[in-house]
């Protein structure tokens, strides 16, 4: 890493505030309206605005590893599939026959296909969208293959991460949406990763509340006493906006370490834990010694889809290491998210369904939450 990273820029920042030779942030109190989390119109406007325009996180790329690669998902409110081609490129089709409009493949979730097979007459596609074969052809008249491809949405591979956007027929802004962000998850290895282990589940809680607890510093050490909280100092977090994402960090108790290391020697996975926040549905944290990639996928104001992945540099080869990182999972899915993380997500979607309060209230080391909240609605006011 060279000396103008921004990693290990904010590496800085939290070694400056842990030795005490910068002030944490000045207090503060913003709020956020309680409605903002259930108000079911609130929601679709955030779907329209938001979701069914923006680049939105598929899934990881070695989840589709080969030429026919292709994961059938419905769960963004339109039936879809995503293939690798046989060039190698990442592509997402309309899950739905040009013939008679009939569903290509039934069942949802990663499958390994030479072509889609249309069950009902049997008119063929290739991985890559085009029609191949339609049976008895001669019974058609005045009707062209070339022309009756699946229709495509724009779908881009980048720096290990699949991205979709819902809009048939429609055009990719990548690097507008990415920005500064693909050279961090570069710098943290994303693009050669695997994916070790998945959990999918569905969420009783807005998928703002998600976000919330994934950029709050203040919580660490109190709601994960008895997980990882042991193993971060106080409150010494720092976030930063790039485009529409925010890298956010929180030291961990090795961060003193930093002072007497040259810069360049700065290891940000071991110093402090980063996560950034993918706008606006995805969630990367970088731990020691693997990667949790987080999807959303909103599906009212009050559920949310939350699927889990565990990236690991390579797949583990030995029985011991298995059960390191079979041990790993366990602690982090279910210990720390399940048991924490979303027990907090989901008690407060309740505390808000209650009415016993009009405001959500933030405080100096929730600042990343606000920062959060200004680009939704920046995003829904546009
Ligand atoms: S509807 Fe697909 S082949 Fe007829
Ligand atoms: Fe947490």
Same mark, same amino acid.
């Not at 309309?94 to 949802?108: A, K, S």
């Given at each position: 890493m060279t000396d103008t990273n921004p990693i290990l820029d904010q590496l800085q920042d939290l070694l400056d505030l842990a030795t005490g030779r910068v002030n944490g942030p000045e207090p503060c109190l913003h709020r956020i309206a309680v409605d903002l989390y259930a108000s079911q119109q609130h929601f679709e406007r955030e779907w329209e605005t938001i979701f069914a325009r923006r680049p939105l996180v598929l899934c990881h790329s070695s989840e589709l590893p080969?030429? !026919?690669?292709t994961l059938v998902h419905d769960e963004f409110g339109l039936p879809m599939l995503t293939s690798r081609d046989q060039a190698g490129h990442v592509r997402t089709f309309?899950?739905?026959?040009?013939?008679?409009?009939?569903?290509?493949?039934?069942?949802?979730g990663f499958h390994q296909l030479k072509s889609l097979v249309c069950p009902?007459?049997?008119?063929t596609y290739g991985v890559? !969208?085009?029609?191949r074969n339609i049976p008895r052809?001669?019974?058609?008249?005045?009707?062209d293959k070339s022309e009756l491809g699946l229709v495509e949405l724009p779908t881009e591979e980048r720096d290990g991460l699949v991205w979709l956007k819902l809009t048939p027929r429609g055009h990719m802004d990548l690097d507008d949406t990415l920005g500064t962000i693909g050279a961090d998850l570069a710098a943290f290895g994303i693009p050669d990763a695997v994916v070790y282990a998945n959990n999918t589940r569905e969420l009783e809680c807005n998928w703002k509340l998600i976000h919330d607890a994934f950029l709050d510093g203040y919580h660490v050490v109190r709601l994960h006493k008895n997980t990882v909280g042991a193993f971060f100092p106080d409150c010494i977090s720092t976030s930063q906006q790039c485009g529409l994402h925010i890298r956010s960090s929180v030291a961990r108790n090795?961060?003193?370490e930093a002072k007497t290391q040259q810069r360049s020697k700065w290891n940000p996975r071991t110093l402090c834990t980063f996560a950034y926040t993918l706008f606006p549905n995805a969630i990367v944290i970088m731990h020691p010694d693997y990667t949790s990639l987080i999807r959303l996928v909103p599906l009212s104001a009050d559920r949310t889809l939350f699927s889990h992945s565990m990236l690991v540099?390579?797949?583990?080869?030995t029985e011991k290491a298995r059960a390191h990182f079979d041990k790993s999972f366990e602690l982090i899915d279910?210990?720390?998210?399940?048991?924490e993380d979303i027990f907090v997500c989901e008690g407060a979607q309740k505390g808000i369904r209650s009415g016993a309060n009009q405001d959500l209230l933030l405080g100096a080391n929730e600042i990343a939450v606000k920062q959060f909240h200004d680009l939704v609605e920046r995003e829904v006011n546009r």
């Open positions: 080969h030429a !026919g690669s309309l899950n739905v026959c040009r013939h008679r409009n009939m569903r290509l493949v039934e069942t949802q009902y007459h049997q008119w890559d !969208g085009q029609l052809e001669a019974d058609f008249c005045d009707i090795e961060i003193l540099d390579e797949m583990p080869g279910q210990g720390v998210f399940q048991a």
